[in-house]
Every structure is written in C-alpha cells, then in structure tokens.
C-alpha cells in the first residue's frame, strides 16, 4: 500500500507558516514543578463579579440562544456610546459595528475581507504573532518593518515609507504593542495616518490594550482626522476587564468593509456566545471602577519588573503600554531561544524568546508582568542568579 504524504496535500498557506512561538516553552513548563510563568499575555485577575453575575442572570433566565449576527444590538449601542464618550467618536451602531469571537478573529476576517492574493501588508515589528500568519492565510504577503529600540520601538512614517510598493494595500498597526509594551502618541499617529492617506491604504489598528495605557491618553486611530473611511479598529474585552476565556471583541469600519466583514462571520461563527456578550454589556455599564484598579495595579508592576531589569544591567525598554517588558538579552552572549531554553532549565522561569515576535525580537524576550508582585519578584531573583552565573 503506498504511503500517502499528507503534508504534501495540506494548504499551502498551512504549511507555509510556523506553529505559534508563544506555546513551544509553556508546553513544556506545564510538566516541571515550581515554574514561574512570564510568558502568555494573560490578566492573572478573575473577572469582576458584576460582570460574571450578569452572564449567571441570562443563563438562569434561559438566554441560551444565537444573537444576531452582527451582536446583540445592546452590546452594539454600548460599544457606539463608549466611543463617543470617550473619544468623540461616532459609529454606526447597526452598519459599522460587528461583535466577533475575540480580537482574533476580528483580525481575521478583516484580513481576509480585503486582502487579494499577492496584496502586500506593511506590519511593523515586534509585534504579535498572528500578524503575518493570519496575513498568509488570507492570501497576502507580509512586509515586516522594523521598528527600533532607540526610538522605544515606535514605527515611524519614514520607515514605513521605505517598504511601500504598488501592491501594499494595507497597514497593520497595534499599540500599545504587544510584545514591546511600546506606545504611539498622538503626534506619531498622525504622521503614520498622512502616511496611509497619501498611498491610499486601508489601516487595521489593533488597540484591544488601549486602555493599558500609563503615559498618556490613549489614541483612537479611526477617530484621527480622515481616518474613520480607511480604518478597520479592533477592540475587545480580554485584556483590560480579564475576560480573556469569555472571547468578546469587535470591529469598527466603515459600512462597506463592516458588511463584508459580517459575510464572513455569517459563514463561520455566526455570532459570539449570548452569554459572554451579557457579560461584555455589563463591563462596558458598570465595570471602569474595577478596571482602572486593575490597570492600577498593573502600572505598580510595570515600575517592578522595570526597576528589577535596570538593577541587573540588561538593556531595557520602559513599557508604557499592556503588560509586557522586552529586555535585551544580547550581553549574555545567547540568543533568545537558548536564552528562554536555559533559564526554564535551570531557573524554572518560563519567558518567550523575542524572535517568536518577528526577526527584529531577535536578543530579546517578552516578558509579561500580569501576575503577582510576589511572583514577579521571585522571577527577577532567579533571572538575577542565572545572569550571576554565566557572568562569572
């Protein structure tokens, strides 16, 4: 019987990208004793009891049903009025508005709405990983740009400029970013908007950790000016209200690309748990008060880790955004994934080597602090006494 080489029969675009380098170590930490985990972007808080009380009242009440499939109409007008309030800007709660199953599949479908094959899209990095994997999948060619550590890992239009061809079509930002923890201001986002305007891109801005924001206010892409028309924004629940095992996100774009959009969800998650977008309508009514503490409380532990890395004479980036730190490990003489493979060996502390975040992560690792200062503390010791060890 001839063997059958199932690899060969797989989508192209499948075998064309790597597994996720988030999970490669937390596999393996998941079978060691006393491992402290800096590595998934995960709240280590419970989500607010006001907002998993409302998701017991719909199921007690028998609200087990599909939604429609845009979202509850509820949920549509609060996220509508949350932008408004927030940032004075206005969208149309039954045409532009699109719930979905987690940002990421928000992204998805976004890619896969306007991309046609061989369309370029410009994706600064580091940046998270489903990036350029989910660009692949929908047909497009992924154009890293380098974003550097001497301007804080902030994109600038002229580096942007520089990858630009006449098939780019789109421009994937997010920030604050995952892994850098690096921010855009206002004044950076309008360069890169004056940017997308003169070669006529279609702007996907991921901002689901705008509100972990320390410095600053955080900025609306599509509420810059000229912007609203070309900007699919992509938002959600998990991260600043810890509602990640809940996946609520959500799309804003303009009416066409929103409708296009919705086509796709139609066809294959017809629409987000009723439940979980109860939940969603509750934390945008009655949840700021636990999420400013969370986000609070998050800030004490950017200072922590931040001070902890400096103390120990690595290289280190101030995050002013999300959870994460991504110092430098170069000075050890490593590189990322020897690094994060021996320091869970011999430390039992499970990192995310940078290189998973693109070729610019290369020398560093992603470090998350969305986990207790006790826990944070006794990581930095043990990073401490392995760096101790190989300096000696």
């Known amino acids: 019987m001839t063997k059958i080489n199932w690899q060969e029969r797989l989508s192209p675009a499948v075998n064309a990208i790597a597994p996720s380098g988030i999970r490669k ?49 509820e949920l549509r007008d609060e996220i509508a009025a949350h932008y408004k309030r927030r940032f004075n800007f206005a969208a149309d709660a039954d045409k532009e508005i699109l719930v979905t199953v987690g940002v990421s599949e928000a992204l998805d479908i976004a890619l896969r709405a306007v991309l046609s094959p061989g369309d370029e899209v410009l994706i600064p990095e580091p940046c998270y990983v489903s990036y350029a994997a989910c660009t692949t999948l929908a047909g497009g060619v992924a154009v890293p740009v380098a974003a550097k550590i001497e301007n804080e890992f902030r994109v600038t239009a002229a580096e942007l400029e520089a990858h630009v061809t006449d098939k780019t079509k789109v421009l994937l930002i ?9 921010i855009m201001t206002r004044e950076d986002l309008l360069a890169v908007a004056d940017f997308a305007e003169k070669h006529d891109l279609i702007v996907i801005s991921d901002e689901i950790y705008g509100d972990l924001t320390y410095e600053g206010e955080p900025v609306c892409f599509a509420a810059l000016p000229k912007m609203k028309e070309r900007t699919i924004l992509l938002n959600g629940f998990s991260k600043a209200y810890a509602m990640t095992g809940w996946r609520v996100g959500y799309a804003i774009a303009n009416e066409t690309i929103s409708a296009a959009m919705t ?19 509750e934390a945008l009514r009655r949840g700021e008060k636990y999420k400013d503490k969370m986000v609070a409380e998050y800030d004490r532990r950017r200072r922590l880790i931040y001070d902890g890395f400096n103390k120990m004479g690595l290289n280190c980036f101030e995050p002013k955004g999300a959870f ?4 430098s490990i170069k000075e050890t003489g490593l590189d990322d994934n020897t690094f994060a493979e021996e320091i869970l060996t011999a430390e039992h502390v499970a990192l995310v080597p940078g290189s998973a975040f693109g070729e610019s992560g290369k020398g560093h690792v992603r470090c998350s602090y969305a986990t207790s200062t006790d826990k944070i503390s006794e990581a930095l010791n043990r990073i401490e006494n392995f760096l101790r060890k190989r300096r000696r």
């Open 25 to 73: 170590f937390f596999d393996i930490a998941a079978k060691m004793q006393d491992v402290i985990s800096l590595g998934v972007g995960e709240p280590d808080f419970v989500t607010p009891w006001t907002i998993r009380e409302s998701c017991v009242y719909g199921l007690e009440r028998g609200y087990t049903s599909y939604t429609a499939n845009r979202g509850m109409k």
């Open 174 to 182: 997010g920030y604050p970013n995952n892994p850098t923890g690096a």
């Open 263 to 281: 086509k796709i969800h139609q066809y294959t998650m017809l629409c987000a748990p009723i439940t979980a977008q109860m939940a969603a309508v």
């Open 324 to 327: 994460y730190i991504f110092p």
